[in-house]
Each structure stands twice: as C-alpha cells, then as structure tokens.
Nanobody, 125 residues
Framework: EVQLVESGGGLVQAGGSLRLSCALS????????IGWFRQAPGKRREGVSC????????KYADSVKGRFTISRDNAKNTVYLQMNSLKPEDTAVYYC??????????????????WGQGTQVTVSS
C-alpha cells in the first residue's frame, strides 16, 4: 500500500521557519517524483515544490522561490520541505504527493497519483 505521511506543521510567526517531512512507504522512492502542495481555505490546491525521481532536480513555485527548499533522504525514505521567511500568505494545509507518471516532478496537482493526509501550517502576522 502506497502511503505518504506529512508532519512538521504548526503555528509560526511571520519570518519564522518550519520543516515539513513526508515519510513514504509502500513503494520505491526512486520510482516517484515527490511534490509539496498546499491548499488555503477557499482556494485551489497549488504546487509548491517538487523533486524528481531520478536526478533529484527540483522545481519551485514563484511564490516560494528563495524561501523554501525541498530535499530528500533516500535512506530514510523521506522528503523534506524547509520553509524559511514564512509569510501569512503561506498559511495552508500542506500535502505531499507522488507522481509515477511525471517522473521529472510536477507542480500540477492533477498529475499527482498519491496524496498524504496533509499538515496544517499557520503563519501569524
């Protein structure tokens, strides 16, 4: 069974940092591109960052470039999202998702095959 479990969310003041973790099980990490997505109340789910299944190349949404960093630890079968300089606009439920099709990684949530349950990130002003 493919499973992705997010953790690390919480409440932080603007300008602060959080590190989200996505633990993967039930599949071989190298066969999936993993992405982080977020969904704020009343808004569509949007891609934040992704990392490829092969060479580890990454992509970032313009809104988070320079502030967020995605990484992976194959030994721990975990993908991370380091979030720095957080803004209130970053407040959302953050989801990790896996794509078996778009192996280079995608920021399009419609191309995600498996989702985690999400973790809440709240940034106060």
């Amino acid at each position: 069974e493919v499973q992705l479990v997010e953790s690390g969310g919480g409440l932080v003041q603007a300008g602060g940092s959080l590190r989200l973790s996505c633990a993967l099980s039930g599949f071989t990490f190298g066969n999936y591109a993993i992405g982080w997505f977020r969904q704020a109340p009343g808004k569509r789910r949007e891609g934040v960052s992704c990392i490829s299944s092969s060479d580890g190349s990454t992509k970032y949404a313009d809104s988070v470039k320079g502030r967020f960093t995605i990484s992976r630890d194959n030994a721990k079968n975990t993908v991370y999202l380091q979030m720095n300089s957080l803004k209130p606009e970053d407040t959302a439920v953050y989801y990790c998702g896996a794509s078996v099709t778009v192996v280079v990684g995608t920021l399009n949530p419609y191309e995600i095959d498996y989702w985690g349950q999400g973790t809440q990130v709240t940034v106060s002003s």
